[in-house]
């Protein structure tokens, strides 16, 4: 809150109802009088008191209620306008936000790290996979990432993020075809589990991954193919 008492704040945008995402927007709404926008279908959550397991709780606390707006199809300021793209797979409604003029990408958790060995239970690899291909269709040059920071070279790093979960698909696959469990596949290709999986009783961990992966093989085609006729 320091930080954001000395700062000017016209309005909040949420890239998706995460708590370490928008966990300060009812405070902000409360001290700043700041509306937020956030994507739609995330009214009902955002509107509730997050209902958060215990290790989400202690590392980043509640996330109180908080009231929005559904984003609109851009966001206009003094000096940008930034255009709201729809990218789901972290989420089912997750959004970025791209600056054209600057190309410059808020990526929200779309990126986090270019080869992640840990995912949320909750995460859709193949439609995350479909997102980063439709990003890599923009002219992305500085990517802002809640996690990473600020990665100069945007494109290289959402591309790179792309092909890693490929490759894990069809490594998963060649497993597959050769009758391994997923859980098998799980110990093979990631054999050490951080405290975080225990912690969080799977609800992060590299099985889900794994499944994730195990459904990319229509999705990785088609991208493979797409990028032989780029190439």
């Given at each position: 809150?320091?930080?954001?008492?000395?700062?000017?704040?016209?309005?909040?945008?949420?890239?998706?109802?995460?708590?370490?995402?928008?966990?300060?927007?009812?405070?902000?709404?409360?001290?700043?009088?700041?509306?937020?926008?956030?994507?739609?279908?995330?009214?009902?959550?955002?509107?509730?008191?997050?209902?958060?397991?215990?290790?989400?709780?202690?590392?980043w606390?509640?996330?109180?209620?908080?009231?929005?707006?559904?984003?609109?199809e851009?966001?206009?300021t003094?000096?940008?306008?930034?255009?709201?793209?729809?990218?789901?797979?972290?989420?089912?409604?997750?959004?970025?936000?791209?600056?054209?003029?600057?190309?410059?990408?808020?990526?929200?958790?779309?990126?986090?790290?270019?080869?992640?060995?840990?995912?949320?239970?909750?995460?859709?690899?193949?439609?995350?996979?479909?997102?980063?291909?439709?990003?890599?269709?923009?002219?992305?040059?500085?990517?802002?990432?809640?996690?990473?920071?600020?990665?100069?070279?945007?494109?290289?790093?959402?591309?790179?993020?792309?092909?890693?979960?490929?490759?894990?698909?069809?490594?998963?696959?060649?497993?597959?075809?050769?009758?391994?469990?997923?859980?098998?596949?799980?110990?093979?290709?990631?054999p050490?589990?951080?405290?975080?999986t225990?912690?969080?009783?799977?609800?992060?961990?590299?099985?889900?991954?794994?499944?994730?992966?195990?459904e990319?093989?229509?999705v990785?085609?088609?991208?493979?193919?797409?990028?032989?006729?780029?190439?």
């Amino acid at each position: 809150m320091p930080f954001f008492r000395e700062r000017r704040i016209v309005r909040l945008a949420v890239t998706h109802v995460h708590e370490d995402h928008c966990g300060l927007a009812a405070r902000l709404q409360t001290e700043r009088g700041a509306p937020a926008y956030i994507p739609a279908g995330a009214e009902y959550s955002a509107a509730q008191r997050a209902r958060l397991p215990l290790y989400r709780r202690l590392f980043w606390g509640p996330r109180p209620p908080f009231s929005a707006d559904v984003f609109p199809e851009r966001i206009e300021t003094e000096s940008h306008t930034f255009q709201v793209i729809r990218t789901p797979g972290h989420t089912r409604d997750h959004v970025c936000l791209f600056e054209p003029s600057r190309g410059w990408l808020f990526s929200g958790d779309v990126y986090a790290r270019s080869e992640p060995k840990l995912i949320f239970a909750e995460e859709d690899v193949p439609e995350l996979v479909r997102t980063l291909n439709r990003l890599l269709e923009l002219d992305v040059g500085t990517l802002f990432c809640a996690h990473a920071g600020v990665v100069e070279d945007g494109r290289r790093a959402l591309a790179a993020k792309r092909d890693y979960l490929l490759r894990i698909g069809q490594q998963v696959r060649h497993y597959l075809g050769l009758g391994y469990s997923l859980r098998r596949i799980d110990r093979i290709l990631f054999p050490e589990k951080p405290s975080l999986t225990r912690i969080s009783m799977g609800e992060w961990s590299s099985l889900n991954l794994v499944r994730g992966a195990a459904e990319l093989s229509e999705v990785g085609d088609r991208v493979s193919e797409v990028g032989a006729q780029k190439r």
